[in-house]
């Protein structure tokens, strides 16, 4: 239900579901599985290292490293088919992508937990690119003062985009889904500061 007193500002975003036709999706998709070479990341927590409940890659240019959860992400060259959509979001977003976290959800167990994108090699308002392939998953923002949460179903094909104080002020995350039996990929575009375009 609507609340008329509810004054959580909106997260900055521009949100295009049918972003790519369904062709075009399946076809991206296809290439993307086939091109990148996927890898089992681990993470520390208080239980010890366990394994990502995802698969996972990095793109981008040479100097593009990138850090998160204590993983080291060195950039493997851009694959066709992620450059030519690197070079397509770059267009609408209006900003040159130089890195690619792409994320394999290999059916609806796995997921990603509550973040935020705010490492400081993506400067104070990072831009960032997500596009969807595959299974649609639902994705969720919540406000980190209220507690208020904006939830998308992110389709195939779909784009969103994150900006402004998005990341200072929501965090969000892609929920285990365990009746989605379906492949999903989500590749979101990042400016790593410092790094060559």
Do not use: C
């Amino acid at each position: 239900m609507f609340d008329l007193f509810d004054d959580t500002p909106e997260p900055d975003l521009l949100w295009e579901p049918a972003w790519l036709d369904s062709g075009a999706a399946a076809q991206a998709l296809a290439r993307i599985l086939a091109e990148v070479d996927w890898r089992q990341d681990e993470i520390n927590t208080p239980a010890g290292r366990i394994p990502l409940p995802r698969l996972t890659a990095w793109q981008g240019e040479p100097d593009a490293v990138y850090v998160y959860s204590g993983i080291r992400n060195v950039p493997a060259p851009w694959s066709p088919a992620v450059a030519a959509l690197r070079d397509a979001v770059s267009d609408v977003g209006g900003v040159r992508f130089n890195s690619v976290l792409l994320n394999r959800y290999r059916n609806g167990t796995d997921s990603m937990g509550w973040h935020t994108d705010d490492e400081p090699e993506l400067g104070p308002e990072p831009v960032i690119a997500s596009v969807s392939l595959g299974a649609a998953r639902r994705f969720d923002l919540r406000h980190n003062a209220t507690g208020v949460t904006r939830s998308f179903l992110l389709g195939s094909g779909s784009l969103l985009v994150m900006r402004g104080q998005t990341q200072a002020q929501w965090r969000h995350r892609v929920p285990k889904e365990p009746a989605v039996r379906g492949e999903r990929v989500n590749l979101t575009f990042r400016v790593i500061e410092g790094a060559r375009r």
